[in-house]
């Protein structure tokens, strides 16, 4: 038992991801588990419905929840003072809870297997193999450029996280 538990702290380290004496996930955390949130909000409408957390499922953990799983998921997350789940799904707020509960629960693998799966390594930096697949070489005589469709996702984007509403 001792080497096991050895081993898992060695293979899934808490320390990156959670403070025990505030019982606070950590800022990177938060930041890598927020951008899991977005990448798995396919319609981007700030909440995980059904079908995206099954999809989210699917993709870290091999296998799918039936709706009994999923409703008693949403249960857990509603039974909390914030505001986790909406009538359309599971909010940040919430995405972020079960993830405190894992490591509540000492289940410190589901988290690393949801931040390997999109890349993170155990410093909650994007791995250098995700890295590498973006090319940003061009040649001297060209630049970027975004199209309007690129534009106007990046304002919508910018705008939905804008919480103060000052575009800043």
């Known amino acids: 038992d001792v080497f096991t538990y050895a081993l898992k702290s060695v293979l899934f380290p808490l320390q990156p991801l959670y403070d025990r004496q ?49 409703q008693h998921v949403k249960q857990i997350v509603a039974a909390q003072p914030l505001v986790g789940v909406t009538p359309d799904g599971v909010t940040l707020e919430g995405f972020l809870y079960l993830h405190v509960l894992f490591i509540e629960r000492g289940r410190l693998e589901s988290i690393w297997a949801v931040l390997r799966k999109f890349g993170y390594n155990d410093g909650l930096l994007l791995c250098d193999e995700v890295l590498d697949q973006v090319n940003f070489s061009l040649a001297p005589d060209q630049v970027w450029e975004l199209s309007d469709a690129a534009l106007s996702f990046l304002v919508h984007q910018f705008q939905s996280y804008d919480v103060e509403g000052d575009n800043t």
């Not at 955390?29 to 899991?36: D, F, M, N, Q």
């Open 22 to 70: 505030e019982k606070l996930l950590r800022p990177l955390s938060i930041r890598a588990l927020k951008r899991v949130f977005v990448m798995c909000d396919a319609d981007g409408d700030g909440v995980l419905n059904d079908l995206e957390l099954n999809a989210f499922q699917e993709a870290c953990f091999g296998m799918s929840l039936d709706e009994a799983e999923l």
